[in-house]
């Protein structure tokens, strides 16, 4: 059984770019949550999805957006990237919404 | 609004001491409260769960305690090992939702001393 990947590890843009991140949910998973961790901060709820449908989102604008492919592979996307984007982002699988939540190591986006 | 703190945001401890990590939330409509350990440059490790109609559950050298009175999380590590050292989270997620947003606090930096 694999855990929760996500691709790529590091990322360094240009503020006003956009940038997408993926995720592989682990497997028997068909739910996958995104998440915001600035430096030295908890995690921050961006959105869930639950069979390739938002399922709830969090206090972000809509320039932060997702997917959720048939095999429950995930995508975050960000549209006009600021300074205040940078972070490690993080997505979490789990087996059903309300499910435990098993997060992969992170994407660190460095908007510059 | 909803939200999650910690009392300590840093905790020393020898190895071989028992840790006890707090937590304070104000969401009364939280019935979900998870502890995460997160290591440098990794995603958050689950640790231990509770639920709202619990007030204690035991895992391997883990222990968390919940009093929803006062709105009080603990996290007890025994025999701290140096492997032990991470910042740990703890997490809610409000009750009645049909998705599972977990809210975090700002987290703990546990250190443990050989």
């Known amino acids: 059984e694999t855990g929760v990947t996500q691709s790529p590890t590091h990322l360094i843009k240009t503020r006003g770019q956009q940038v997408t991140l993926r995720c592989s949910s682990q497997s028997g998973h068909n739910t996958v949550s995104w998440y915001q961790q600035a430096l030295g901060q908890g995690p921050q709820f961006i959105f869930q999805?639950?069979?390739?449908?938002?399922?709830g989102r969090g206090n972000f604008p809509p320039r932060f957006s997702g997917l959720q492919f048939p095999n429950y592979s995930s995508e975050l996307n960000v549209n006009a990237l600021e300074l205040d984007d940078s972070a490690l982002y993080l997505c979490?699988?789990?087996?059903?919404?309300?499910?435990?939540?098993?997060f992969g190591p992170g994407t660190r986006l460095t908007v510059t | 609004g909803e939200s999650v703190g910690l009392h300590l945001p840093t905790l020393s401890v020898q190895e071989g001491d028992n840790s006890i990590i707090n937590c304070a939330y104000s969401?009364?409509?939280?019935?979900?409260f998870i502890w995460y350990k997160q290591e440098s440059g990794k995603g958050p490790q689950f640790i231990i769960d509770?639920?709202?109609?619990?007030d204690k559950r035991q895992g391997q050298r883990v222990t968390v305690l919940l009093n929803k009175t006062v709105k009080h999380l603990s996290l007890q590590i025994a025999a701290t090992q140096p492997g032990d050292s991470a910042v740990y989270f703890c997490a809610e997620r409000a009750g009645g939702t049909s998705y599972g947003k977990l809210t975090f606090g700002q987290g703990t930096i546990l250190t443990v001393h050989p």
């Open positions: 979490a699988s789990s087996s059903s919404p309300n499910y435990e939540q098993y």
């Open positions: 999805y639950y069979r390739e449908e938002e399922n």
């Open positions: 509770i639920r709202s109609n619990m």
């Open positions: 969401n009364s409509a939280s019935d979900y």
